[in-house]
């Protein structure tokens, strides 16, 4: 995925989100007794919320570099993501399959002559109107 194929927030939106992002962590810094933290978090605050207001073009380049960021994170956690829940889930119950002699596909072959499945009740018309 190419970063001109994203669309990008308002930078309204961005700049809000930011505000309340750094409001939240200087409450927090504040509750833990970090005063140095809380002048830092409380005065980005600030900055973002009157350049929102004032001119909120001025945050397209922290826009596009947080959206940025936010692909590359993407690109970089949803393979681990994906691999993790293959190997710890799917690959252990497939074992666990094999191991026990289960063949949900009924790929076991050797003894047969045909692949087909024969029913036990008769066939009627009507099931065959509404399938799925």
């Known amino acids: 995925m190419n970063f001109s194929d994203v669309e990008l ?16 962590a200087a ?3 504040y509750l833990n007794g970090s005063v140095t933290w809380v002048y830092l978090f409380a005065v980005a605050a600030v900055i973002f ?5 004032i001119k ?10 947080w959206m940025r960021f936010g692909l590359l994170l993407g690109m970089i956690i949803s393979p ?15 074992i666990l399959m094999r191991v ?13 002559t045909s692949h ?13 109107k509404h399938q799925f």
Do not use: C, H, M
């Not at 927030?9 to 989100?17: A, C, E, I, L, R």
């Not at 087909?116 to 066939?123: G, H, K, L």
């Open 116 to 128: 087909w499945i024969s029913r036990s009740e008769p066939i009627q018309a009507d099931s065959f």
């Open 56 to 65: 909120a073009d001025a945050l397209l380049p922290l826009n596009k570099l």
């Open 100 to 112: 026990s002699g289960r063949d949900e596909l009924r790929l076991n072959f050797k003894n047969k």
């Open 80 to 94: 681990i993501v994906l691999g993790i829940i293959f190997f710890g889930l799917f690959t252990p119950i497939a």
């Open 49 to 53: 919320f009157f350049v929102t207001i």
């Open 27 to 29: 409450s927090y810094f």
């Open 9 to 24: 927030p308002s930078n309204k939106k961005f700049g809000f989100f930011f505000t309340l992002v750094f409001a939240i």
